[in-house]
């Protein structure tokens, strides 16, 4: 496994893992507002330059999400992440059920989205699973 860091920001970092053919996006600590829209948005960046379908988020040192947050990622993010390709993506969350419901939330709207999501608090297990879509 090669995995290249492409940006090392304190509040993100976004890495190609050359085995998956997929970026991992890791949330380095709790962002909201303006600062949580740039590192996702730089996401979204890179995803464009790097031509690929599949996405690890890392969220375990994020508790919860801001309801404007989420609901520009629903509204605004994903579309537009859809629209330059994803089609896979997992979500891994810390290990709490807070943790897990506030993702939920997140991703139940987008059910009916053009992609697939996966859900876990367990990194190998987002990998095994990324590396079958």
Avoid: C
Wanted: glycine share 2%.
């Amino acid at each position: 496994m090669s995995v290249e860091t492409l940006r090392d920001e304190d509040t993100h970092t976004i890495e190609y893992d050359d085995e998956l053919n997929a970026l991992i996006h890791t949330w380095n600590t709790f962002s909201s507002g303006e600062t949580f829209r740039e590192g996702a948005n730089e996401l979204l960046s890179v995803f464009t330059e790097r031509d690929v379908s599949k996405l690890i988020i890392d969220t375990t040192e994020v508790k919860a999400h801001d309801e404007e947050d989420k609901q520009w990622l629903q509204e605004v993010w994903l579309p537009n992440m859809i629209d330059v390709g994803l089609a896979a993506s997992v979500n891994v969350h810390r290990e709490s059920v807070i943790a897990e419901m506030d993702m939920q939330e997140t991703v139940d709207p987008l059910e009916d989205e053009p992609f697939e999501n996966f859900m876990t608090d367990d990194m190998d297990e987002a990998r095994e699973w990324l590396a079958e879509q």
